[in-house]
């Protein structure tokens, strides 16, 4: 059976190169209609016929997963991620925006030469472009920035079948993605990331959000990118403090479930070479945790490791730590003895903080504050192994900080 089932796939493998030198879709509706018919007629129990036919679709769904994994790497249907470097001028042709009215959303505090370049490559493919560039920080994932953007695409004429594209970091990825989930009641959204934590983590997964009433990603909404173009050279101008911030999201991947991609961060040379490896087996890793838990029933929780503590660290410390930096800090409670090593030599490879002084009471608080409907106590991941992990029920009050 394996071995049948091999040389089928061999042959499917055959069908979706040649889709994708003709620009065939993997999707053929009529042609898939045709193919049950004339199968199923050939059966002679004609009682078996719904069966076979339910067969046969199961087939079909299988061989169109592989086709579409084949043609351009993506692990979850409607979300295809490419990597290239330099492909921010083959902008239009990778992010299929054709002929559409765009709007690009950028910040202050992404070198203009990024959105300039898609704005290029989306001119000369015949598309309308429009371009809001909000104010660099956290600050701006907000009611005003997300009202700009709405009055520009209202402004400009957008319809249903126009695409927003964020090129910036996480910041400009939560507030676009958002405005796109909402507007119409939700048009297409591309992601164009350029931080190193955009470009491992935030760009995938489809979650979307602005901060509201001081609560960082209260208001938002999960829809999903339909394309997502990292091109690691952009990484080239961003400060070494933000390329290690971003880092920490990517070792609490390798660290929870790629052995392999923790060693590359352990024993990289040079980051920005290294790059486009370590973004790779990033966004892999997301996508399938994302693929079997997308509205974060469960497994994605996973994700977490280092959050928990981390988020109140980034709350307590005032500013002091970037996000990444406090994941970090939050990382180094929830491992044994070996991990803790691994991971604490790595962190100081990168400059990044292993202690701090902020009082483990206070965290405590905020984090009972925080998750004050679950009655004391929380599930938090822990690690002791490199590439395993597991969760644990434990009481916020004997939290070992
Ligand atoms: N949606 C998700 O799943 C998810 C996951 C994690 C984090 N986030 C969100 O991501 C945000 C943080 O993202 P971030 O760390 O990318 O921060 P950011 O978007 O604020 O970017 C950091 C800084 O780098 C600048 N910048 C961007 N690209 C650059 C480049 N190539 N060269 C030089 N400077 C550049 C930006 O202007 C900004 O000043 C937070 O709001 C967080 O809530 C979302």
Redesign the pocket.
């Given at each position: 059976m394996a071995s049948l089932f091999e040389q089928r796939m061999a042959v499917v493998e055959q069908i979706a190169l040649e889709k994708k030198a003709s620009g065939r879709a993997v999707d053929d509706p009529v042609r898939e209609a045709e193919m049950m018919e004339r199968r199923c007629s050939a059966l002679k129990q004609k009682r078996l016929k719904k069966y076979y036919a339910a067969f046969l679709r199961s087939a079909i769904e299988v061989s169109k997963e592989y086709q579409t994994d084949i043609i351009d790497g993506a692990k979850m249907p409607g979300c295809n991620i490419t990597i290239q470097r330099g492909a921010l001028t083959s902008a239009a042709k990778l992010l299929e925006t054709s002929g559409s009215r765009v709007m690009i959303v950028t910040?202050?505090?992404?070198?203009a030469q990024?959105p300039s370049k898609v704005e290029a490559s989306l001119k000369t493919a015949g598309c309308k472009v429009h371009m809001v560039t909000i104010p660099?920080?956290?600050a701006s994932?907000s009611l005003e920035s997300y009202a700009t953007i709405m009055q520009a695409l209202v402004d400009g004429g957008f319809t249903r079948t126009d695409t927003v594209v964020a090129v910036?970091?996480?910041?400009?990825?939560?507030l676009a993605?958002f405005v796109a989930a909402t507007f119409m009641r939700g048009i297409r959204f591309c992601n164009i990331?350029?931080?190193m934590?955009?470009q491992v983590?935030?760009s995938?997964?489809g979650?979307?959000?602005i901060d509201f009433g001081g609560v960082?990603?209260i208001v938002g909404a999960f829809h999903m990118p339909a394309r997502v173009l990292i091109d690691p050279d952009?990484?080239a101008?961003?400060?070494e403090r933000?390329l290690h911030?971003?880092l920490v999201?990517a070792i609490k991947m390798g660290a929870t479930g790629d052995a392999e991609l923790f060693e590359l961060i352990e024993n990289s040379g040079d980051l920005l070479s290294d790059a486009g490896e370590i973004i790779r087996r990033s966004v892999n890793y997301k996508q399938a945790v994302v693929k079997a838990d997308p509205r974060e029933k469960g497994l994605r929780r996973v994700l977490n490791f280092g959050h928990t503590v981390g988020h109140a660290i980034e709350a307590l410390g005032g500013g002091k730590y970037?996000?990444?930096e406090a994941v970090a800090l939050g990382m180094m409670y929830f491992c044994g003895a070996e991990a803790s090593q691994r991971i604490g030599r790595v962190l100081a490879k990168y400059n990044l903080p292993v202690s701090h002084d902020i009082a483990p009471e206070s965290i405590r608080s905020l984090i009972a504050h925080d998750k004050k409907a679950s009655g004391g106590n929380i599930t938090v991941v822990k690690v002791d192994e490199i590439g395993s992990y597991r969760f644990e029920k434990v009481n916020i009050q004997d939290l070992a900080l």
């Open positions: 910040d202050s505090g992404v070198p990024y660099q920080g956290e994932k910036g970091g996480g910041v400009v990825g939560d993605g990331p350029t931080t934590l955009s983590d935030s995938v997964g979650k979307t959000a960082k990603n952009t990484l101008t961003l400060p933000q911030n971003g999201e970037l996000h990444g």
